[in-house]
């Protein structure tokens, strides 16, 4: 119950988000403190893009998420405690560069639009995951591991009724971190030229159209507090219908 | 047991790093000669030297495998610094070769192969460096490999590179658009500390202003850098409108006002959680033995919690920093100048020395930085900040 209220705030705030882009409203605000509002970007167009910004994103997501998980537990299975210590310096080592630099580094070698930005959520997003991940699993007690193995679970029971039950607090909070940042390394991709809601923001930075960067940034906000929310209603919702 | 763990590398690791550094350096391009410095170059194999490169990674790698013996370990040292010196030199002469009778402004790139083996044989370095100094190795073999690099740059040995020629032509630029980034970064960094001391403080009595400001700080940090950035100018341009007077007090839509504010809203988070973490560090035992010896709240402050609580302090501060610098980046966009501008400028013109001439100073400055504060944390804070971060 408690984890569903947790869902409410970023859905409402990503609802008022999503009507503060709409050209009429966004217009309205600009007009009454006093700026040139500019060209507006129509609702159509901005709803095209927020459906490629949230297909990009969750394309990142799925390949940093999916990879991390995978490779989290994979090292857990394998080489355990000495391979941590190196994750926790390379997940640490990772995290300097950020993906606007990773974008801009992969535009010469991979070229314009998607791509560079599934690089960057993938180098930026699986280290985060696969460190959470081994972290997570690792804090499951070696008892609750023996009595798992005495009552004669095989070791694939063992992973999905055990370990990643007891384990997926952490888990589902590194995945929803990651989330997130798909959602912002999309909107940072529209500098490689993908067609996201970080479109408009950059075409009104370069054209000082104050309207369309508006438009663009509370589309964008909206957007990820909207999947923040639904990720949250998501896990609140998995947690009662294992429950019961 | 950790200290033997991280004294004795992954056995698999070096000839791992050797092989991918011979198969990059035999099968990926190791330069690329263009007619200019905006079109992609045909691709160049590598010379005699990035082949003895090649040669001396395997070396240096089945010296590390055998026995722990220190000769070994030194040799290895020894063998892979000279492996990372015959391929700065050799991409430096291959260029100079390949540019002999091109028209002037005819540029020879570092390929895939060269970025790769250099990575692979970067990391080789730090491993065999860590067989000899387990401790510091990372950052030793850091110094050896920037030191060398820039004494090969001092000799003229690199000139012929087309980032080196990228670099001449712009070394001014470069020199103000770091500064910026570090006047950039660093400005956040206070205004972001100057805020979360007292929310820290705040959080020691877990209150709802505690809780309200947790919120607003966790709600930033879902909002994308982007668009808090282009909000902030959208939203300075409105309160510019409406009270001018801030102007006479240096305010700005754009330029560096947002940047700093934006950057510094990120770094609220893991301050605070940091700083609150690092004020409850102190046993409770001890908190209460101060009291009792008649400490003023203000003295257990400063004379307990402080220097109790300074290794977590510091890490909040290292994670902060490191990231500071990596989001000042986008000031470029807002016209704040700094590194981002750089990289910006060479994306727009898709020139790939430019480009690396802005990611490049920020990759360094952040490892840079992370490498600083951590030294000066001293051994172990690394586990403190882990089991923060699992707690938190």
Known sequence: MTRARRALAPLLLGIALAALSLPEVAGFVIRASGLPAGTPVPAGRLAWLARQHLALALAGFALAGGAGLTLGILATRAAGASLRASLDTLAAAAQAAPPVVIIALALPVIGFGAPPVLLALAAYGLMPVMRGTVGALATVPDDVRRAATAMGLTPAQMLLRVELPLAAGPILEALRVVLVLAVATAAVGALAGAQTLGTPIVVGLQTQNTLALVQGAAAAAALAFLADAGWLAAVAGLDRALRR | ?392
């Open chain 2, 1 to 392: 047991m950790k200290a033997h763990l991280l004294a004795r590398p992954a056995a698999w690791l070096p000839p791992a790093l050797a092989a991918l550094a011979v198969a990059a350096l035999a099968g990926l391009p190791f330069l690329a000669l263009a007619p200019n410095r905006l079109v992609p170059g045909s691709p160049v194999g590598c010379g005699l030297l990035g082949a003895a490169a090649g040669a001396l990674a395997l070396l240096a790698s089945g010296l590390l495998a055998g026995p722990a013996r220190p000769w070994r370990s030194w040799a290895a040292v020894a063998a892979a610094l000279a492996a990372w010196i015959a391929l700065v030199v050799g991409a430096g002469q291959g260029a100079a070769g390949l540019l002999a009778g091109q028209p002037p402004a005819a540029r020879a790139a570092l390929g895939a192969g060269a970025w790769l083996a250099g990575l692979a044989l970067a990391v080789l370095l730090a491993e065999a460096v860590r067989a000899v100094l387990p401790r510091r190795g990372g950052l030793v073999a850091a110094l050896l490999l920037v030191g060398v690099t820039i004494l090969a740059g001092r000799a003229g040995l690199l000139d012929a590179l087309s980032l080196a020629v990228e670099y001449r032509a712009r070394e001014q630029a470069l020199a103000t658009a770091f500064l910026q980034h570090l006047g950039l970064a660093g400005g956040a960094l206070g205004l972001a500390l100057a805020v979360s001391g007292p929310l820290a403080l705040l959080h020691l009595r877990d209150g709802p202003a505690a809780r309200f400001a947790d919120g607003l700080l966790n709600g930033i940090q879902v909002v994308p850098a982007l668009a808090l950035f282009a909000g902030l100018v959208a939203g300075l341009s409105g309160l510019l409108a409406l009270v001018p007077a801030l102007r006479s007090l240096g305010l700005a839509a754009i330029g560096p006002t947002p940047a700093v504010i934006g950057t510094a809203a990120y770094l609220g988070l893991p301050l605070v959680r940091g700083l609150a973490a690092g004020l409850a560090a102190a046993d409770p035992d001890v908190l209460a033995a101060a009291r009792a010896m008649g400490l003023t709240p203000r003295q257990m402050l400063l004379r307990v919690r402080l220097p109790l609580g300074a290794p977590v302090l510091i890490g909040a501060l290292r994670v902060a920093a490191v990231q500071s610098i990596g989001l000042a980046t986008l000031g470029g966009l807002v016209g704040a100048g700094g590194l981002g501008a750089v990289v910006f400028e060479g994306m727009a013109q898709f020139a790939q020395d430019l480009i690396l001439l802005g990611a490049l100073p920020v990759i360094a400055l952040a490892l840079a930085v992370d490498a600083g504060l951590a030294l000066l944390a001293g051994p172990g804070t690394d586990d403190a900040i882990r089991i923060q971060g699992e707690t938190a």
